[in-house]
């Protein structure tokens, strides 16, 4: 089971700003997940990605695969008090259970 | 689609006692996981069921926790005899044949005093 390293592990920004996490890991992913999850709620899947150099975007969210496919970013752009909560990643590679880092707390203030 | 359903939302209990959990995925999902995520932490497997079949459970407790899933749809997971370490959140999950995206229920907030 690889171990996956999120950072930062808090974050606090004020409304409007952007802001970049990473997750990385020792060993290759075979595909990366993001998740969301909101106080109170459970994760909720924003995005899969699978392959080397990839770059996805949902709305103002950002996301890129390295080129290794060792590490991963999150860039949101132009903050928002909604966008507050756990980001975290996931290993979801082949024959194994999802794997999930510690998270970045954000906090976005208005 | 209905989402995930996990009951209850909040239990307290005293430690060395019992408690179970209940987890309704969605229709038609052949896998479910259970996951413990304590304050500050990323979720962490305990046990996954493909139907109604254990896959992994190399991280479950099984000295105080077990888990079934009978028929392949809804499953329980009980603590016996909670410890004060076992104060988590409990998620439940499931996805689809063939699929690793994960549909979270909203978790069961265990404290254990």
């Known amino acids: 089971t690889q171990l996956l390293e999120q950072s930062p592990q808090f974050l606090s920004i004020q409304e409007g700003e952007n802001l970049t996490v990473y997750c990385n890991s020792s060993s290759v992913f075979s595909s990366l997940q993001w998740y969301r999850q909101e106080p109170g709620e459970g994760p909720v ?48 590679s082949g024959n194994t259970p999802l794997v999930f880092g510690k998270g970045t707390r954000l906090s976005v203030i208005a | 689609e209905a989402g995930v359903a996990q009951s209850p939302r909040y239990k307290i209990i005293e430690k060395r006692q019992s408690v179970a959990f209940w987890c309704n995925p969605i229709s038609g999902h052949a896998t479910l996981y259970w996951y413990q995520q304590i304050l500050g932490q990323g979720p962490k497997l305990l046990i996954q069921f493909q139907n109604n ?61």
């Open chain 2, 53 to 113: 079949g254990v896959v992994d459970d190399s991280q479950l407790p099984k000295d105080r926790f077990s888990a079934e899933r009978l028929k392949g749809v809804d499953s329980t997971l009980k603590i016996q005899p909670a410890k004060l370490e076992d104060s988590a959140v409990y998620l439940c999950a499931s996805s689809p044949q063939g699929s690793f995206e994960a549909f979270f229920g909203q978790g069961t907030r265990l404290t254990v005093v």
């Open chain 1, 45 to 92: 899947l924003l995005v899969t990605v699978v392959t080397g150099g990839e770059v996805k975007k949902l709305k103002r969210l950002t996301f890129q695969f390295g080129d290794a496919r060792k590490d991963s970013s999150l860039h949101i752009t132009a903050a928002q008090p909604g966008d507050t909560g756990l980001y975290l990643c996931a290993d979801s």
